[in-house]
């Protein structure tokens, strides 16, 4: 079977305006990083305080990204973005009042870049979890890729426009230009007429569902591996751009012209570096091709720390772009792959945190490196860095394929309730029963293994697994969900790859055994009288007559 086309999803309408007016939206993120940076340059000569410029940027990511990821899976995604990108414009407004006036100081432009990334951090979640609605399923990689390709085209003229505006306007334009660039987006997901998927539950609080995110990515495998492995990655890959200033001016005595030639040249070989993910992932495991883009990378950056020259220097950014593209693009993939539709944009959102976290680190550290040392030996050590990144792949390893269905089902028989208990009623303890001869104990215990990471990242808390010491064919999986809404959502949450797990386990059971499952009230406070004499309201009602 041939391989989906990489530009299918833009035959999609919903998708090919909202990925158009997000191209604009992206060149003005880039012009305003350019344009900050470059002032920054003129206003302070620390380089440690240029570098803070990435870092005030991508800091709001990673913050603000959890929480962003828990409201675009409680909310309408569509109406989170635009409340997101209204955000950005917002304060992309007030910096662009703030420069023309020349009120503008190192510390303001680091706190507006943490404004205006905090919107942008509201819609990228929202946006990227909505994908896979704006297209057909076979096109979900290739959207994601596009989504990514989006911002890297922007990356290959945005900052050459940023420096061209910068010389050319002042700083002022390039503020505003900024501001004005995100609201065709804006109207692009006005006109989206999304199918809202009504709950049959109320909505999490927001705290309950960046808990329950961070919990499903903590017992998640693939997820919590990626995780660590793209905060790395962005530590050791961070000085490309964030010292690409100080290799402007520095190393190649320019301007704001080389510097935005630099990162045009990064942008460019990131959209290069696009055109070779269907193919990095039909010829390469996930693990292999993070080690192979390590090294290219690593040596990448070596040459760049050690050049002088322009072009030389252009054919490094060119290539470490093309090794970041491949490298978050790759990883970006497994992990919404991987997850289940109730918690994509927090698993995104996740992401996100850890790929800008770790890039606001690097940033601040080869930083710090740079001013101790020299912007070249800051460059050279975050290559051998990225030289020795696929030495954590022998203890956080990869799977070669992602596999499991992560299609949602429904169960159809509802739990018998007897007992008045409401949705904030717990915490309800789960028994589950199963008789297993002797002879399969060894393999059902695995299997139950299984199902101890599904139960915990599903919203399940204290799991166990008991074997009864006078009858040693009955086993008890017990848990506790916080709440009956909890316990309700677990049952939501259940996929394909889940109801497989089920299944392999019951395979060890007894012939013509079933599992029994109890359900119980933990300390059920109100469920019952406290004394003879005590009315019982579910009989008795008693009215109020208080003033």
């Not at 055109?275 to 495991?285: G, P, T």
């Not at 860095?385 to 696929?390: E, G, I, K, N, V």
């Not at 599904?454 to 009858?471: A, K, P, V, Y």
Request: aromatic share 8%.
């Amino acid at each position: 079977m041939a391989a989906p086309s990489p530009l299918a999803p833009l035959k999609e309408p919903v998708f090919r305006r909202i990925w158009t007016t997000s191209l604009l939206a992206n060149f003005g993120q880039l012009v305003l990083g350019v344009a900050v940076a470059w002032e920054m340059t003129r206003l302070t000569s620390s380089a440690s305080m240029v570098a803070l410029v990435q870092t005030a940027m991508m800091l709001p990511l990673m913050l603000v990204a959890l929480p962003a990821g828990a409201i675009a899976d409680m909310f309408d995604r569509r109406k989170v973005a635009m409340v997101g990108l209204g955000i950005a414009a917002l304060f992309g407004s007030i910096l662009s009042a703030l420069a023309f006036f020349q009120l503008t100081s190192p510390w303001i432009l680091l706190l507006f870049c943490s404004l205006i990334g905090s919107g942008v951090a509201l819609y990228a979640p929202a946006w990227q979890s909505s994908i896979g609605e704006q297209v057909k399923p076979a096109d979900v990689p290739a959207a994601i890729a596009l989504g990514t390709v989006s911002y890297n085209i922007a990356r290959s003229f945005g900052p050459a426009l940023g420096g061209v505006l910068v010389l050319a306007a002042g700083v002022q334009t390039a503020f505003a230009f900024n501001a004005l660039a995100y609201l065709p987006l804006i109207v692009a997901f006005f006109l989206w007429r999304r199918t809202q998927t009504t709950s049959r539950l109320p909505p999490e609080r927001i705290t309950r569902a960046m808990v329950s995110g961070a919990r499903y990515a903590f017992h998640s495998t693939i997820i919590r591996t990626v995780l660590i492995r793209i905060f790395i990655f962005g530590v050791a890959g961070a000085t490309a751009t964030a010292l690409a200033p100080l290799m402007a001016k520095d190393l190649l005595q320019g301007d704001a012209s080389i510097y935005g030639i630099l990162l045009g040249a990064n942008g460019v070989g990131a959209v290069s570096g696009a055109v070779l993910i269907n193919r990095m992932r039909a010829n390469f495991s996930v693990e292999t091709a993070a080690t192979i883009l390590a090294i290219a990378g690593g040596l990448c950056l070596i040459v760049m720390g050690v050049s002088r020259s322009l072009p030389l220097t252009c054919i490094g950014m060119f290539l470490v772009g093309g090794v970041s593209m491949l490298t978050i693009s790759l990883f970006n993939i497994a992990v919404q792959i991987s997850v289940p539709r109730w918690v994509t944009a927090r698993a995104i959102s996740l992401y996100t945190s850890s790929l800008t976290g770790g890039i606001a680190v690097g940033a601040w550290l080869w930083g710090v490196v740079a001013n101790h040392w020299t912007v070249g030996n800051a460059i050279i050590a975050s290559g051998l860095f990225m030289l020795a990144l696929p030495l954590f792949g022998l203890f956080l390893r990869l799977p070669r394929e992602i596999t499991a269905s992560t299609d949602m089902v429904s169960i159809a028989n509802e739990p018998e309730v007897a007992l008045p208990i409401t949705m904030r009623s717990g915490p309800i303890v789960i028994e589950v029963e199963y008789r297993i001869a002797a002879e399969n104990a060894r393999p059902f215990y695995n299997a139950m293994l299984d199902i101890q990471n599904l139960q915990l990242r599903n919203g399940g808390f204290d799991w166990s697994l008991t074997r009864d010491i006078g009858d040693p064919t009955l086993w008890v999986e017990r848990y506790h969900c916080p709440t009956w809404a909890d316990y309700l959502r677990m049952r939501d949450r259940l996929t394909l790859a889940d109801m497989a797990a089920h299944e392999r386990v019951k395979s060890y059971m007894i012939e013509g055994e079933s599992r029994r499952i109890r359900r119980s009230l933990e300390r059920p406070f109100g469920s019952v009288r406290m004394n003879a004499e005590t009315p019982d309201l579910l009989k008795d009602p008693v009215v109020y007559n208080g003033p």
